[in-house]
């Protein structure tokens, strides 16, 4: 290029720098909205009030470019001519954000260039026309530049990703066009906005909320911003209307506003068709989802709107329209006279407008014409609408034959969407001109057609011969003066009963005193539509208010087991014999009925059987269905007058066990502690010694999960003969019959923990150790369903080691001391008072220890006497809701195990405790250690104490570690207790 050429393009640069130059601060964020083309002119002319008319010249000129090049840029002196960044949607200035996360969008650099006497732009020469973009070591040549038609102009083409743009979301990239030499010819800037944000639905709403087949408007707030970087937007294109998958619409929204707020208009036949049959429509709430697309094809989040539709016509609810009398009742009947009357219907909708209901009475002879409810009342979708002063007339010249009217009422309802519905309702009533008639009169203790009275529960029941109007109004009334003083007595309830009516007069007071009283109908009495009554209007009936009287009661078998029948038998006295005899005339019937009872729940699967009475009177009731275990209860034997009169006689019963063959085994023998575990022979020659054996029995095997309880436990040691002292050969249960006291007995007898206490015979000081003790606990048990007849025994065999007398030979030592008091008479005296007074402290207090063990010995044997007959006693209490015993009966067996369990506390924790010793035993355990030793020590020979002393110590140290866990429970060795199950 020539000197000339190059001032020229020199000075043509210059103005289309300055061009640039006044165009660029608009390009930065905050300065516009978005690049020249689209919306930025606006902005520009929004911004730069003094050169409004410039800049929508030079803006309208640069969007006439793409079109008309040729005549636009014709005079010009050639450069860079409408720098242009797009994507495949062709939205200038903006590109989409990547569909692919971390992925990026291709996007186009376009521009139109032209160099001064240079018709050979393209590639390869499109090098001259290159781009520096952000990160790019080096300038980059357009990748294409095509000449337009035989112009100089050329169209050239860059593609890029977002990827090369660098990091920001609004990019410019830098344009420079060189001559052929190399020199810079003319520069632009390719401003660009990469759009990754879809719109934002602010706010979406329907109305009307209520509507049938009108137009809807749905008001939308729309904002649009292309990035966090700028507030620009790419401008909307459409909102999407879909409903379900049956309707779906597209509404145009271009606009180049980042804010649009708008209103469109959609009809709800459009939405949802109208239905063939209007009532077939399900009404309800419609959601209309809508989504916003920008010009990027950037689809907002969904938002929904919701009316909602109703296209279904009120109806009247079966059954509800009524036309009532002026007493309220509904009038079915009536006679040949005007009747005032009120109309009453129910219209369900759940938009129903109260102001639209209309009906219309021309066919009752009502002159009002078709008015407008008096008053409606909406409650859940339904109005209750009410006419008042209305008027029914049946002519006097209809046929009586016919008896039969219809009326036809229209009724006339709207919602308030104007769905409408017109009803036509025909209404019966039919003619009664015929007076009722009385058919019987009866109590609800009619017996034998004599009507009884008695002293609770009275019903008195009128049967009425009437197959018109009725006598729902209770217009019937009786005359109780005789009874309850009642001169005009109303019935409770009268109610249809085939093609009779029944009034009832129920629960009806009885003042009166035992004999023939007059009931009567009052002659004013009439039917619904005051017909009087007509018939016998006077009746007898008999007043009775004494129980009856039950004698002697029996049953047989007196052993019943499940299979049999049980025959209950008593006699009986009433006075309904003397009051039948006083009805005149005398009626030819027998003896008044008794009816006999048995309440058998408590033995039987049935709740009670029904018996006979015969004579004057004996009874008897079969009772069968009894339970197969065993059972004690008491049963109720009632007889009930036919005055409904009862009374009623309490019998003990057994059921006997269905398993009487049956042998239990719910426990086994844990452990066993003998105290003291060995006895000095001398001391065992010289008193009985109070031994006991603490056990402890465990459940075992599968009846263990039956819950096996002990009812009762009793001890039989007669094995133990000869060591046990007293009678020990005789059957324990004998020896309580005759008053005797037993040698051994139990504490704690009904628990897992029972105490065997044996007072020992003299005899056992010259036995060979050990002594086996043996003992049979028999228990009395049962699980959740049965009473087992075969007792459960437990045998128990405890080893109870005998050691030498520790404390020498008795005469020995009292010589040995004589001859040592001898040496000093003044101290032998004084050593004798003490030896005295030794011997009468620990005397005294073994005989304590005897006497306690006696006496709880005694209790036992009180508390075995007396288990069975409580038991029956108590459960008879338990079946008798009036006598009030049971109560007294625990109280008394609870007072004897008290006492009992107090003795026995006494014993263990201060003259012979058991196991380790605790610390509240602690005097106990003296005193025990000092009776078993120290009793004789007056008289010990101190040569062999320590040998006794450390036998004790031995003893204590064993039991203590065999029931602490050294040694496990059950294990047994050749001295130690042991146990037969």
């Not at 000093?824 to 004798?832: R, V």
Request: glycine content about 6%.
């Amino acid at each position: 290029m020539d000197e000339a050429m190059r001032k020229k393009a020199d000075k043509s640069r210059g103005p289309r720098k300055g061009f640039v130059d006044f165009l660029s601060p608009y390009f930065s964020k905050g300065a516009m909205h978005q690049p020249i083309l689209g919306k930025g002119y606006v902005d520009l002319i929004r911004f730069c009030p003094a050169e409004k008319f410039l800049a929508a010249f030079l803006s309208a000129l640069i969007v006439m470019l793409p079109v008309a090049s040729m005549s636009v840029f014709a005079d010009t002196d050639g450069g860079i001519i409408n720098p242009l960044v797009s994507d495949s949607k062709r939205v200038p200035g903006f590109v989409r954000g990547s569909l692919v996360p971390g992925g990026g969008t291709t996007f186009d650099l376009r521009a139109t260039v032209k160099i001064p006497n240079d018709a050979d732009l393209g590639c390869p020469n499109c090098q001259q026309f290159r781009i520096t973009r952000p990160g790019a070591p080096a300038p980059e040549g357009f990748q294409s530049c095509t000449r337009v038609g035989a112009t100089d102009y050329f169209d050239c083409l860059h593609i890029l990703s977002t990827l090369e743009v660098g990091s920001n979301k609004v990019f410019s990239i830098a344009a420079e066009l060189l001559t052929d030499a190399g020199a810079v010819f003319d520069t632009a800037s390719f401003n660009g906005i990469i759009d990754e944000e879809a719109p934002v639905i602010n706010s979406l709403s329907a109305s009307p909320q209520l509507i049938s087949t009108d137009d809807l408007q749905f008001t939308l707030s729309v904002k649009d911003t292309a990035n966090a970087e700028t507030i620009s937007c790419s401008g909307m294109k459409y909102a999407l209307f879909t409903y379900g998958a049956t309707f779906s619409r597209t509404v145009d929204m271009v606009s180049n506003n980042c804010e649009v707020d708008t209103v469109i208009s959609i009809n709800a036949k459009d939405i949802i068709p109208l239905p063939p049959d209007p009532l077939s429509e399900d009404e309800g709430d419609i959601p209309i989802k809508v989504k916003v697309f920008d010009r990027l094809d950037q689809a907002s989040a969904e938002a929904t709107a919701t009316f909602e539709l109703d296209r279904v016509i009120p109806d009247i609810k079966p059954g509800t329209f009524r036309l009532l009398d002026s007493r309220g009742r509904d009038i079915s009947y009536a006679s040949s006279s005007q009747i005032p009357a009120t109309a009453i219907i129910e219209i369900s909708d759940k938009n129903i407008d109260l102001g639209s209901i209309k009906a219309n009475f021309m066919s009752l002879k009502d002159a009002n014409g078709a008015p407008a409810a008096t008053g409606c009342t909406l409650a859940q979708g339904t109005a209750i609408c009410r006419w008042e002063g209305l008027a029914v007339e049946i002519p006097q010249s209809i046929d009586p034959a016919a008896q039969i009217k219809d009326f036809v009422i229209q009724i006339n309802a709207s919602d308030f969407v104007l769905n409408n519905a017109t009803f036509d309702l025909t209404y019966h009533i039919e003619l009664d001109n015929t007076p009722p008639g009385v058919a019987e009169v009866k109590t609800g203790y009619k017996s034998q057609d004599v009507n009884y009275l008695g002293k609770k529960f009275n019903n008195i029941t009128v049967v009425l011969a009437e197959t018109g109007s009725g006598f729902a109004s209770k217009d019937i009334f009786l005359d109780l003066t005789s009874i309850n003083g009642t001169p005009h007595a109303a019935p409770n309830w009268c109610e249809k009963a085939g093609s009779f009516w029944e009034c009832v007069w129920n629960d009806t007071q009885v003042t009166a005193i035992d004999g023939v009283q007059q009931i009567s109908i009052e002659p004013d009495s009439a039917d619904d539509v005051g017909n009087l009554i007509t018939g016998e209007l006077s009746h007898s009936i008999i007043v009775d208010k004494t129980d009856p009287v039950i004698g002697a009661a029996s049953y047989a078998p007196t052993a019943p087991v499940s299979g049999d029948t049980i025959a209950f038998s008593f006699t009986a006295q009433d006075n309904a014999l003397q009051l039948i005899a006083l009805l005149q005339p005398l009626p030819l019937i027998p003896v008044p009925e008794l009816k006999a009872y048995a309440e058998t729940s408590s033995i039987s699967t049935r709740e009670g059987f029904q018996g006979a009475c015969t004579g004057a009177y004996d009874c008897t009731v079969n009772a069968n269905e009894l339970f197969s275990a065993y059972t004690e209860a008491v049963i109720n034997l009632t007889a009930k007058d036919p005055a409904g009169n009862t009374a009623k006689k309490e019998v003990p019963i057994i059921i006997y066990r269905g398993d009487p063959s049956g042998t239990p085994n719910f426990f086994t023998i844990g452990r066993i502690e003998p105290v003291p575990p060995s006895i000095d022979k001398k001391v065992a020659s010289l008193t009985p010694l109070q031994l006991y054996f603490y056990t402890q029995l465990n459940k075992v095997g599968s009846q263990a999960q039956n819950d096996g309880v002990i009812v009762h436990n009793t001890l039989d040691c007669r094995e133990s003969a000869g060591l046990i002292n007293g009678d020990t050969a005789t059957d324990p249960a004998l020896l309580l019959q005759l008053g005797q006291r037993l040698p051994y007995y139990l504490m704690n007898e009904d628990s897992l923990e029972p105490i065997i206490a044996i007072e020992s015979s003299n005899q056992i000081g010259t036995m060979e150790s050990p002594l086996k003790f043996k003992c049979k606990m028999i228990l009395q048990v049962r699980d959740a369903t049965t009473v087992y007849a075969n007792p459960e025994i437990e045998e128990v065999t405890v080893n109870v080691r005998l050691h030498g007398n520790g404390l020498g030979d008795l005469q020995d030592n009292i010589n040995q001391k004589l001859e040592d008091i001898n040496k000093d008479i003044t101290d032998t005296e004084k050593d004798i008072s003490s030896l005295e007074k030794w011997v009468n402290i620990f005397g005294i207090y073994c005989n304590i220890a005897q006497t306690i063990g006696t006496l709880s010995s005694a209790l036992q044997l009180l508390k075995s006497a007396l288990w069975p007959p409580l038991t029956v006693v108590y459960s008879a209490c338990l079946a008798c809701a009036i006598c009030h015993c049971a109560g007294a009966i625990k109280a008394l067996w609870t007072g004897i195990c008290s006492i009992t369990g107090k003795i026995n506390w006494l014993a263990d924790s201060f003259f012979w405790p058991t196991g380790f010793a605790e610390p509240f035993q602690i005097v106990g355990w003296i005193l025990k250690i000092s009776c078993m030793i120290f009793y004789y020590c007056a008289l010990a020979d101190w040569k062999t104490i320590a040998s006794l002393v450390y036998s004790v110590v031995q003893d204590t140290r064993t039991t203590v570690a065999k029931f602490s866990g050294d040694i496990p429970i059950g294990t047994k060795t050749q001295e130690e207790s042991t146990t037969k199950d």
